[in-house]
């Protein structure tokens, strides 16, 4: 895992450890509430701690079951990710709606530039049933698909698996 991802990774178990030592001296009484305490706790966790690993581990798994090398650290997703945690936990610390919706909008930026990064790792073209699949989202009477060749494609496909 690149340094920066296990960084953060430490940083957030640290921060969920205090918040949770912080919610053991709110039960007892030690220490007034603070407000939205169980979202930041739950969200240092699961987005915190898990997307860093994800994030980290992803492209080095891809590359390696791809047989490639391994990739460069990507500096702009792992700062659009931090931005947008450190700004959706600060929006649920303030009950911010603007800035929540900033840093869910940032996570999710990141997510599609690290699926670009996984894509590009990957290489090659997509598979015949993926793009048929994207294709049958969008509303159509069949012409496209056959327009690009995309149902002879798969006939071809499952005449292959059923003689193999």
Known sequence: MPIPY???????????LLAAAD???VS????????ALRWVRVHFITLGILSQVVFGLLPLL????????????RWDIWLTLNTGLVALVAGFGGMNHPMIFTGGTLIFIAALLLMLQLWNIRGGDAPVSLKFYITGIFPSDGRYHHRHRLIPQLERCALHQSAA
């Open 6 to 16: 296990l960084l953060t990774t430490l940083l957030y178990t640290f921060v969920a």
């Open 23 to 25: 919610a053991s001296l």
């Open 28 to 35: 007892m009484s030690v220490f007034s509430a603070f407000p």
């Open 62 to 73: 891809m590359a390696s079951l791809s047989k490639k090398a391994r990739p460069s650290m």
